[in-house]
């Protein structure tokens, strides 16, 4: 009733209210979730998306921790996550993939492949150095992930990435 009350005050339109979860009639802009987030403090409740969105987020940070720390290969991504955040893996898990739509090793990958991206633009290494640095088991593995995500062999990227390199050198 109270939650009710507060969405009617605003003048939110809503549907359903029920056992503390809401649906609303349409999506609320930035100005009237703020307001609701607001009200809602007030009387100590909080809008649990909000909450969840922090932890993704948190999840995020924490997958560029683990992929800028030197020897992450000695610790599993899923423990390394759940001592940061103290829920059950499969727990965090589900809730990534629900927002986001693509599992936390996805995400890693994906976050792995724009790392060798930068390795190979930026830096002089062979790509047997960069399948290490980016823990990559083989040079084979890393060009398989790397054409999965791209589209692109390592090489072809390398020279697309020098070609635009010397374009914005010579003007």
Same mark, same amino acid.
């Given at each position: ?16 209210? =029920?056992?503390? /979860? ?10 009237? %979730?703020? !307001?609701?987030?607001? @009200? #809602? ?55 990534? =993939?629900?927002? /986001? ?10 976050? %792995?492949? !724009?790392?060798?991206? @930068? #390795? ?52």
């Amino acid at each position: 009733m109270t939650v009710e009350s507060i969405l009617q005050k605003l003048k939110i339109p809503f549907q359903i209210v =029920s056992l503390g /979860e809401v649906e609303l009639v349409q999506p609320l802009d930035d100005s009237k %979730r703020h !307001e609701l987030e607001t @009200e #809602l403090k007030k009387l100590g409740f909080e809008l649990i998306e909000a909450r969840l969105n922090k932890i993704v987020e948190k999840i995020k940070k924490i997958v560029l921790s683990y992929l800028a720390n030197d020897d992450y290969h000695q610790l599993k991504l899923s423990s390394f996550i759940t001592r940061s955040i103290h829920y059950e893996y499969s727990y965090l898990s589900n809730l990534f =993939s629900s927002i /986001e739509g693509i599992t936390i090793e996805q995400y890693f990958i994906i976050q %792995r492949i !724009e790392k060798v991206k @930068e #390795l190979l633009v930026y830096q002089e290494l062979t790509l047997a150095d960069i399948a290490y640095q980016t823990g990559f088991s083989s040079t084979a593995h890393l060009s398989a992930q790397f054409k999965k995500i791209t589209g692109l062999t390592p090489s072809h990227f390398k020279k697309i990435g020098a070609a635009r390199r010397n374009a914005t050198d010579h003007i």
